[in-house]
């Protein structure tokens, strides 16, 4: 009996210390989650108010951005997808002139290489809808080059209102590195 209150209050100490990890840990989940959708919006957002603002693109509309959860399954339209194909990575689809973000890719590239990444990637894919309505079809990997030089040029003229530093710039160089593929985007 004596053991037990001495054991006790350490216990219970002990119990409140996992619990505030615990709970921490959820807490900044929380918060990189709303972090990540508050990137995807602030992005977004400038890109489509951009569009509009542009004298070359009035004549279309931007594409709708749709922010999918893991294991979602895509039917029709962009690779006609009889089955139900997963969604594995963001993507432009010219059929429905939609912009996909794969929200595991989008997390995955937030906590690999900063929140800068997720404007890039989204930059990219509008760089992909300006190809579609201007009619540019270039081979692999040019078309993929083009659409990476335009989105670049889109995250540097809207740096200062979507808060990317110098420090987001050089997580943008590193994530086109990673990107980099002889078949895809060129070389990293």
């Known amino acids: 009996m004596k053991i037990m209150k001495k054991i006790a209050p350490l216990l219970i100490i002990f119990f409140l210390i996992i619990f505030a990890v615990l709970d921490s840990n959820q807490f900044n989940k929380k918060k990189k ?59 432009y689809c010219g059929a429905s002139y939609s912009i996909v973000l794969d929200h595991s890719q989008i997390k995955y590239f937030f906590e690999e290489f900063g929140p800068s990444s997720i404007a890039k990637i989204i930059a990219h894919e509008f760089s992909h809808a300006i190809q579609d309505v201007k009619e540019i079809r270039l081979k692999k990997p040019m078309h993929e080059l083009q659409a990476d030089c335009m989105a670049g040029i889109l995250v540097s003229k809207g740096s200062e209102e979507l808060g990317i530093t110098r420090e987001g710039l050089i997580e943008m160089a590193r994530f086109a590195h990673h990107m980099g593929g002889s078949n895809t985007h060129g070389s990293g």
């Open 33 to 91: 989650k709303d972090l990540i959708e508050q990137k995807i919006d602030q992005t977004t957002s400038w890109l489509i108010k951009n569009w509009y603002a542009d004298e070359a693109l009035k004549e279309w509309s931007p594409p709708q951005v749709l922010t999918v959860p893991p294991g979602t399954k895509v039917y029709g339209a962009c690779g006609d997808y009889v089955k139900g194909e997963k969604v594995s990575g963001s993507y």
